[in-house]
């Protein structure tokens, strides 16, 4: 019984969620050749054994392989699936060469090769934008709901209700980016902003003081702080945001221990998003008491520690992190998103998975981080149990455009036999309008299947280490 579950929460998901990445990818390359007047002769769901197939009218045979590990969209001419190699167009008549993929102009060779990747992104994008708009956005808040006991954290002196809002300067909006970037630390030692909620209640007196807008000093109940200004940018006027620049010596605000920096939320528990606000209340009733609500800036410095982390069925997963856990299970948030909010909050997301993939790639390039994070087949097909297992339908869909995100970034990077490599080199024959040499091109797909071999290799061997860790652990 528990290996039949096996089946179903991990190899069912795996092999529908890479089926379906892999068909977009091909189809990609597929619908644009078509429209080029470009003959497929292949279009592929699989490696290896052919358990399925059926030509279509235009002579383009689709099928499905025994080996679901990736697909391919084969072009008349080529003499392997990659497009690296030409085979012997003698035999073919002259109509039939004009449909050959490297009878084409290097603007429409490079055209089919970006299709691929672009239609990954563009299926994560209509993904993100679905999600958004019927759902709104998945999301765990950023605000510290538990301390993990000894852990860094609870050590560098983070609180309960703590609102994570940078890590080394980067937005930390909810627990997903939290978690990005605390993976992402170049370092485990880190800097983490925070702004903590804290209630303050005070009396009014009255003081002496010179406004921004007084030649000469005044007295009048008042709390004893002051707000930022801000000039608007069409010069309309000044804007009075609730964040305290001053503190007047010997002021109520001052004996109640409010700082500079403090960020005014509520008084009374009603909302304050202006000084002129907070002004006018206290103005209104001088001899009431106010209770304020704040958010105070703070850094700490933490240093990141490898916590055995529960993943929530009592299993256990090692894992560099802050040790806090957020304050509520993952909600939805602006439930009501406009269609148009909606698009543009699904492009921000597939821009942000890239942006946050790029960093971590360029950190392995330079050598701040390790290539332990490189994960293969077997990292993606536990990760696809896993969501599915745990998180229902949504996350999986949601993990699926994710994962869509990432295949069309790898298929993008110039490295000879992905797309990204083709990319560059028909890109270089569109600029000098001549076809590179064949032994050229010959030993550059060589070197690239090297590379794609070493990260193959780097990968399982990464998801072996992991997948038996997770056993013992």
Known sequence: MD??????????????????????????????????????????????????????KHGTKWKIAAIPLGGYCQFL???????????DLS?????????????????????????????????????????????????????IGALMPGEAAEQAGLLVGDKIVSVNGHATENFQQLNSEVLLAETDDVKVAVERPMTFVLRTAEMEYLPDSEEAPIKEKILGMRSTVVVEEDGAGEIKQPVVEEVLAGSPAEAAGIEVGDIVESVNEVPVSSFTQLREYVTAQPEAEFMLKVRRPMVFDVTLRVTD??????????????????????????????????????????YDLT???????????????GGKEV????????????????????????????????????????????????????????????ELNAKVKDYIFKFGLLIILAIMVLATWNDVVHLIGRWFD
Do not use: C
Request: no cysteine; proline share 3%.
């Open 355 to 369: 942006a946050s993939t790029l960093r971590a790639v360029g950190q392995m390039i330079v050598g701040q981080r």
């Open 3 to 56: 290996t039949l579950l096996n089946i179903i929460y991990y190899i069912v998901p795996f092999v529908v969620l890479l089926g379906i990445l892999v068909f977009v990818h091909e189809f990609g390359h597929f619908i644009v050749a078509r429209l080029l007047k470009v003959t497929v002769t292949d279009f592929s769901i699989g490696f290896g054994k052919e358990l399925w197939s059926r030509k279509d």
């Open 309 to 350: 982390f529960d993943a929530g069925d009592g299993e256990k997963i090692k894992r560099r992190m802050l040790g806090v856990m957020s304050s509520q299970e993952i909600s939805f948030a602006e439930t009501d998103m406009p269609f148009a909010k909606a698009v543009k909050a699904g492009f921000v997301e597939a």
């Open 375 to 434: 994960g293969g087949i077997i990292r993606i097909a536990e990760m696809s149990g896993d969501v599915s297992k745990k998180g229902g339908l949504l996350s999986f869909i949601y993990f699926m455009a994710l994962l869509s995100v990432n295949l069309g970034l790898i298929n993008l990077l110039p490295i000879p036999v992905l797309d990204g490599g083709n990319f560059v080199i028909f890109f270089i024959e569109m600029i000098t309008r001549r």
């Open 91 to 143: 035999g073919l008549s002259e109509e039939d060469k004009k449909g050959a993929f490297q009878a084409q102009k290097p603007w429409k060779k490079l055209a089919i090769v970006a299709a691929g990747p672009l239609f990954n992104y563009l299926f994560a994008i209509l993904i993100f934008i679905s999600l958004f708009y019927a759902f709104g956005r998945m999301v765990y808040p950023s605000v």
């Open 77 to 87: 001419g080529d003499a392997d699936a990659s497009s690296s190699t030409v085979s």
